[in-house]
C-alpha cells in the first residue's frame, strides 16, 4: 500500500524541475560572463594572458556568484515548470485526482531547500575562497601591465617621476635590454641609472603592490654638486605599477562566514565596520534562505493563470521578479551599511516582502 499517495506526482514534478534549473544557471552566468567579455579580451589580447589563466579567472568569477545565481536559476525553473503544467491543464488534473496544493507545491520546496543547503555552504565558504582567489589573480595579472606599459625603443613615463627606457622588451618574461632610467623621485637630484638588462617583477615581500626592476651591469650616476658614479652588478629599482595597483586585503566577500562571526567578537570601536560586518553576516544566511522563497513565488504565479505562452511569460515574470528584488535588496544593503535601517530589518525585509507575496499567490490556488 502507498502511504504516500502524491509520491509519484512529487518525482514526476522534480525532475521536470532539474532540467530548467541546470539550463536557467547556465543562462545567468552566460549573462553574468558577458559584463566580463572586455576586460577578459583587454587582458588576452593588450596583455598576452594565456587562455589557461583567463579560464581560471572565469571559473573564480562563477564561483563568487553561484549563491546569488541559484536562487535566480530556481526561480526560472519553477515558474518554467508549473508554468507549463498549467498551461497543459495538469495542475486542475492532479488537483481533480484528489491532491492538495501542497503535494503539488512539495517538489518545489524539495529542490528549493537543496539547492538552499548547496547556497548555503557556497555562501558561508567556497564563494569567499573564490573571490578572493579572484582578487590575487586579478592583482598578479595587473602586474603583468607594467612590461605592457614600457614598450621597445620608446621612452615611457607613468612610474610616478620615473621615465624609463629599453631597446628590446619582452613583455611576456618582463625581461628588458639595454636600460636607461631618468628617476626624479629624489627632487633636486635627480637619478640617471644605465643597465644592459632587466627583469621586471613582483616584489617577493609585497606581491600585488609594488614592482621590482632587476638590473643587471649598469652604472648610477648623480649629479650634484660633484658627479657621482657607482658602477653595479645587480641593483633593484622599487616602483608602483603604472596603474597604482594596490595590494588588497580580504574585502568584505571574501571572508568566510566564520570569520565574519570572529571579527565580530572583537571590540570593534569603528562603527561603520561593524555594520558592513553585521551586513555581510545576514546577506550571507538571507540568499540562502531566498531559494525557498523563489520557490513559494514560482509556484504561486506559475499555477495562477492557464497562460498560452507559459514559456515566454514565465521568462518575462522571472526577470521582472529578479530586477525588482534585487532593487529592492540593493536599497536595503545601503541602509543597512549607512545605519539608516538596523542592519536586520534591512537585509530580512526584501525576503519578507517576497515571502508575503508567495503565500498570497499560493493561497489564491489553495483550493
Excluded at 76 to 99: H, M, N, P, W
Excluded at 108 to 122: D, E, F, Y
Excluded at 144 to 160: Q, R, Y
Excluded at 282 to 288: E, L, N, P
Aim: charged residues 20%.
Amino acid at each position: 500500500m502507498n502511504i504516500f499517495p502524491g509520491k509519484k506526482t512529487v518525482q514526476y514534478i522534480f525532475f521536470e524541475m532539474l532540467p530548467s534549473f541546470i539550463l536557467g544557471l547556465l543562462v545567468f552566468i552566460s549573462i553574468i560572463l558577458m559584463f566580463q567579455v572586455l576586460r577578459l579580451t583587454e587582458f588576452a589580447i593588450v596583455h598576452g594572458v594565456p587562455l589557461k589563466t583567463i579560464a581560471e579567472i572565469i571559473g573564480y568569477v562563477v564561483i563568487s556568484l553561484l549563491p546569488v545565481l541559484f536562487p535566480m536559476a530556481l526561480l526560472f525553473s519553477v515558474l518554467l515548470t508549473y508554468g507549463r503544467l498549467s498551461q497543459d491543464s495538469e495542475i486542475v488534473a492532479l488537483k481533480a485526482c484528489g491532491l492538495p496544493m501542497t503535494t503539488i507545491t512539495l517538489p518545489a520546496l524539495i529542490l528549493a531547500s537543496l539547492v538552499g543547503i548547496i547556497s548555503a555552504q557556497m555562501s558561508f565558504n567556497i564563494a569567499p575562497w573564490g573571490n578572493r582567489q579572484f582578487e590575487v589573480l586579478y592583482s598578479r595579472l595587473a602586474d603583468t601591465k607594467a612590461a605592457a606599459v614600457i614598450k621597445e625603443g620608446t621612452f615611457s613615463e607613468g612610474f610616478f617621476d620615473m621615465v624609463v627606457y629599453a631597446n628590446e622588451v619582452d613583455s611576456d618574461k618582463g625581461k628588458l635590454k639595454k636600460v636607461f632610467i631618468y628617476d626624479e623621485k629624489s627632487g633636486d637630484i635627480p637619478l640617471t641609472i644605465i643597465a644592459k638588462a632587466g627583469e621586471i617583477a613582483p616584489d617577493p615581500d609585497k606581491p600585488g603592490h609594488e614592482l621590482l626592476l632587476r638590473l643587471q651591469d649598469g652604472e648610477i650616476h648623480r649629479q650634484a654638486k660633484t658627479h657621482t658614479k657607482i658602477s653595479f652588478n645587480t641593483y633593484d629599482v622599487q616602483f608602483s605599477a603604472p596603474l597604482n595597483i594596490e595590494e588588497k586585503a580580504k574585502s568584505m566577500p571574501s571572508l568566510t562566514l566564520q570569520e565574519v562571526r570572529n571579527r565580530l567578537k572583537e571590540d570593534i570601536k569603528d562603527e561603520e565596520l561593524k555594520r558592513k560586518l553585521q551586513t555581510e553576516l545576514h546577506k550571507r544566511w538571507a540568499i540562502s534562505i531566498l531559494c525557498v522563497v523563489f520557490a513559494l513565488i514560482g509556484v504561486g504565479l506559475g499555477t495562477t493563470t492557464n497562460r498560452r505562452a507559459a514559456k515566454a511569460g514565465g521568462m518575462i515574470i522571472c526577470l521582472g521578479l529578479i530586477i525588482g528584488y534585487w532593487v529592492l535588496y540593493i536599497a536595503a544593503e545601503g541602509a543597512a551599511r549607512s545605519g539608516a535601517l538596523p542592519v536586520a530589518l534591512a537585509i530580512w525585509t526584501p525576503n519578507v516582502i517576497f515571502g508575503v507575496l508567495g503565500f498570497e499567490s499560493l493561497r489564491r490556488n489553495w483550493n
